[in-house]
């Protein structure tokens, strides 16, 4: 595409006015961009991959020298997992909210299958999350199907959707939880879960990173 044809399409700011209203002015924008991105721990090249966006163009939106196109802030919320309001929303004082949010709808969330367990990754199109939900179907039936302790960083709750398991820790005896139970525990303590109801388990798990 052509300079000049870029230089016919209008900016973000005028068609965001046309649909919504009254937005703050572009200096914000570059502004609540840059905010944005450091919130997530991206660098602009990091950014730029996910975006899609160059490098110079993104730095440029972030310094107030262009304002970008429809096309492109459609570009910046996908690859930075936004919506479009979060980037005209004028920062207040005080702890900032990132404003991120993903829908997972019933079956569509990312598999990822094992010997013991079959997982269901949550809200998988966000990158950098502080916590990783997830549902997952228990086939394990026994502390022997397991080939060692499943340990690792972080802290884990643990909701029991349907069934029942026994959940065996390192420090602990094991405990019986049934639908509707749950538990907090730190996740670098060996831990693992085996259903005792007469169809598999389904469990929510939640992992601080």
């Excluded at 965001?16 to 991105?37: T, W």
């Excluded at 939880?177 to 670098?188: F, H, K, T």
């Amino acid at each position: 595409m052509s300079k000049d044809s870029n230089l016919t399409k209008p900016s973000v700011l005028e068609v965001a006015r046309q649909q919504e209203g009254e937005f703050v002015e572009p200096l914000q924008l570059g502004k609540r961009l840059k905010g944005i991105r450091l919130s997530n721990n991206l660098t602009l090249e990091e950014a730029s991959r996910l975006t899609g966006l160059a490098r110079s163009t993104l730095s440029k939106i972030e310094n107030e020298q262009i304002s970008p196109t429809f096309q492109a802030v459609q570009k910046l919320t996908a690859g930075l997992g936004i919506d479009i309001p979060q980037l005209f929303v004028s920062p207040e004082d005080g702890i900032q909210a990132n404003s991120r949010r993903a829908v997972t709808r019933v079956g569509e969330g990312r598999p990822h299958p094992t010997k013991t367990y079959e997982h269901e990754l949550l809200a998988s199109d966000i990158s950098q999350k502080k916590m990783v939900p997830f549902k997952c179907t228990v086939h394990a039936r026994s502390f022997d199907d397991f080939d060692d302790w499943v340990r690792h960083e972080g802290e884990e709750f643990l909701l029991v959707l349907g069934g029942e398991v026994d959940v065996f820790t390192e420090y602990y005896e094991p405990v019986r939880l049934a639908e509707g139970d749950s538990m907090y525990y730190d996740a670098r303590m060996g831990h693992c879960l085996v259903s005792v109801s007469e169809h598999d388990a389904q469990v929510l798990w939640v992992t601080t990173r």
